[in-house]
């Protein structure tokens, strides 16, 4: 098992910054590729960006190219989010999870993710 933490969300105007942070415990040698999404109000939970655990393969959703940045540190069983140049429409509850999918194209899928955090609020006033 695994348990996932989120951290960092908040209230921030446009254009501004966050970090998330997701914090893992348990069966953190598995070394799992760790995944960020989110899910605005009314909205389906949609793919942000995930991370291999040795961090040589990284992809994003393209709405986040250029703006969001995901790390890990396997030291400190740590998973990151930077986020850039926020705008309104960036606002969501946003979930980190772990999991293997099984080949680059999948790391998208929610169902290839075993492990949820709670999920942290992030809003972007205007």
């Known amino acids: 098992q695994v348990q996932l933490v989120e951290s960092g969300g908040g209230l921030v105007q446009a254009g501004g910054s966050l970090r998330l942070s997701c914090a893992a415990s348990?069966?953190?040698?598995?070394?799992?590729?760790m995944g960020w999404f989110r899910q605005a109000p009314g909205k389906e939970r949609e793919f942000v960006a995930a991370?291999?655990?040795?961090?040589?393969?990284?992809d994003y959703a393209d709405s986040v190219k250029g703006k969001f940045t995901i790390s890990r540190d396997n030291a400190k069983d740590t998973v990151y989010l930077q986020m850039n140049s926020l705008k309104p429409d960036d606002t969501a509850v946003y979930y980190c999870a772990a999991g293997h999918p099984l080949t680059r194209s999948t790391t998208a899928r929610i169902s290839a993710y075993n492990y949820w955090g709670q999920g942290t609020q992030v809003t972007v006033s205007p």
């Open positions: 991370i291999t655990w040795s961090g040589d393969s990284i």
């Open positions: 348990g069966r953190t040698y598995m070394q799992y590729v």
